[in-house]
C-alpha cells in the first residue's frame, strides 16, 4: 500500500534519520506505518490548506460558502449557481471600503429636499482647528409674537419669546415616561371629598397618565471629542483661523423630523455626533 499524500510522505521521510537502516523496503512494516502516518497527516494539512482561503470568495470551501456570505450581509440564493453566489459575494467582498463623508451626506440631504436648494441644512467639519460645540450648539436668538389673528399671536402654542440653540444626534430617539399632572407646578393637597367634579384632581401626587419626553445627550466637555461632532445647520460663519464661530439655525416642517434623523443616523460613521442646528415647526 503506498500513501495517498506524497507531500506528507515525503515529510515524513525527510525527519526520519541518516542512514541505510532507517531506509524503509518498499511495501515492508515501516514503509507502511510511515505511509499511514503520512494519511492521518493528510487530513490535518487540507484542513489547514482550506483556512487559508476561508476568506476568498473564489477558493473558500463550498460548505463554508453560507457563512461568508451572512458574514458580508448577503442572503442566500439557492437558486443561484455556485459561480454566480462567488461572483456576487466577490463583488462584496473586494469592494472599495469608504467610510461616509460630509460631501456624501450633504450629497444625500440635497437630494432629499433638506439641503441646498430645499430648506438649507448644510454640513460642517468641526476641523482645523476643533471648537467646543458648546458655545455653537446653545446659542440663542428670539422670536417675536405675531399680531392677532396670526397663528403666531401672543399666547398660541406656536408663538415664542425665545429659543435655545440646538441638539445633538447620536442614536435614535431615547424617551422617558413622566406623570401627567393636569396643574404641574400649581397643585395643592385638596382631599377629595366629593364636593365638586375637580375633588381629588387638585390633590398632591394626581396624574392623568403619562407623557414621553426625549432624553437630550450631555454637551461633550473633552476636547479630544471635539472633532467627531459635525454641524447640521445653516452656512456657518467662521472664526479668523478657520474654525467655526457660529451656525445658524434652519427650520424644517415637523412632519420630516424623523426622516432627517433617520437619513442623518443611516449615513453618520459610528461614534460621531450631530449637533443639530435645526428647528421643527
Known sequence: MTSTSTIMRRANDALMPQGSAWSPAYGGYLDRLLDGIADNGEAVRKALEKLAHVRN??????ELLPDLEREFGIAGN????????????????????????????????DKSGFGRGGYGLVVTNNGSPAVNPVPVVESVYSLTAHEFPSIYAAGTNVAYAGYGGGYYLVNPDRKIYRPLYPQAGNICARAFDGSDGQSGRECAGYYEGYHDVAQKYTDPSDSRYWPFIFFVGGEAGRNPDGSVAFVPSVTVPSKRRQELHKLILRIKPLGTWAAMLVQFQ
Open 57 to 62: 470568495p473564489y477558493l473558500c470551501p463550498l
Open 78 to 109: 439557492e437558486g443561484l449557481t455556485e459561480k454566480d453566489r462567488r461572483s456576487a459575494l466577490a463583488a462584496v467582498r473586494y469592494r472599495i471600503a469608504r467610510l461616509a463623508t460630509v460631501a456624501k451626506l450633504q450629497f444625500y440631504l
